[in-house]
């Protein structure tokens, strides 16, 4: 039973490092494409050699999958801001454990929500851009994946918070 439980485990944690390298990849390529066509679009507003009126549609929709799953990828590493003086103040205690389970019950009513709505966005984006002719709904899918990314490490977090709150009253 004990290989079985190892193996599990074993592919879970290749599955989070791949997931965690997938991410930080995609928001490196966004942020090295971002950095080109900005230095793109002001060297070509001085030296007039082509038009960049498609630029807006790409810096808008590299952004978006920047901050969404640049925003996944800390929430997996948990280097998500948060306010650190509960955590140090009840550090080790029960009920620093229960306050920590607090608020990921909070932050996964929030991603819920997100994920939801963004999922609705989704579905509804119906137009197109106007130069590239780029369907909507590609620059919007990025926050059901991402939320639903932050979902599943939100409970991995209530499940690390509620086995250290059952060692703590041991």
Request: glycine residues 4%; charged residues 15%.
């Amino acid at each position: 039973m004990k290989t079985a439980e190892n193996a599990i485990f074993k592919s879970l944690s290749r599955l989070d490092r791949t997931l965690g390298f997938i991410m930080r990849s995609i928001c490196i390529v966004c942020l090295v494409f971002l950095l080109l066509l900005l230095t793109g679009n002001v060297f070509f507003r001085f030296v007039t050699i082509i038009s960049m009126g498609w630029y807006d549609e790409i810096v808008e929709l590299l952004f978006a999958w920047l901050v969404f799953i640049g925003a996944a990828a800390l929430w997996r590493d948990n280097s998500h801001f948060r306010v650190q003086w509960f955590y140090a103040k009840f550090e080790d205690r029960t009920a620093g454990y229960i306050i920590g389970l607090l608020v990921e019950f909070l932050c996964l009513f929030f991603l819920i929500v997100m994920t939801w709505q963004g999922l609705r966005i989704t579905l509804l984006a119906n137009d197109w851009t106007p130069i590239l002719k780029f369907p909507k709904r590609f620059m919007y899918v990025d926050i059901p994946i991402a939320g639903s990314v932050m979902i599943i490490y939100s409970i991995r977090s209530i499940v690390n918070h509620s086995v250290s709150l059952i060692h703590s009253r041991k």
